[in-house]
């Protein structure tokens, strides 16, 4: 499906969810700032894939789709693919954890300024890569 509009929505509103990041990071909600970004990272790497040309499902982690399609991509993106699909592998597997917590884990005690400097790290790159590589689609 190659849908663009719908491509560029996913990439804007991923760029507005940085800023949305450093709101939480400011208030050092970690367990918040990890969470999120995993969503930034989904929206901006289905971005990619619907610009793409590449059926997007209704899944969290795409870094098996992005390895399976890796060439229909842009070949700008070709060195940046396992990073691409490492943040967005890394970021799922905390996705529900991040919101909810276990009986044995609460996140606000869990996750910590470190855990949330990389996910907010990933999720900054991510966009990055994916509105720089694809500049005559948005």
């Not at 991040?98 to 910590?112: H, I, M, S």
């Not at 990389?118 to 500049?135: D, F, I, K, N």
Request: aromatic share 6%; no cysteine; charged share 30%.
């Amino acid at each position: 499906m190659r849908n663009l509009d719908l491509a560029h929505d996913y990439l804007k509103r991923a760029r507005v969810r940085v800023g949305a990041l450093e709101v939480l990071y400011e208030g050092e909600s970690w367990a918040d700032v990890v969470r999120e970004s995993q969503e930034v990272v989904e929206l901006a790497l289905k971005a990619l894939l619907r610009a793409s040309g590449v059926d997007v499902p209704r899944v969290h982690d795409v870094a098996p789709i992005l390895h399976a399609e890796r060439a229909r991509l842009p070949g700008s993106l070709a060195p940046f693919v396992d990073e691409l699909a490492d943040a967005s592998r890394q970021l799922r597997r905390d996705r529900e954890l991040a919101f909810y917590g276990a009986e044995d884990l609460t996140p606000g005690e869990f996750y910590t300024q470190a855990d949330a400097d990389r996910a907010l790290a990933s999720a900054r790159r991510v966009v990055e890569l994916v509105s720089q590589h694809l500049p005559g689609t948005f």
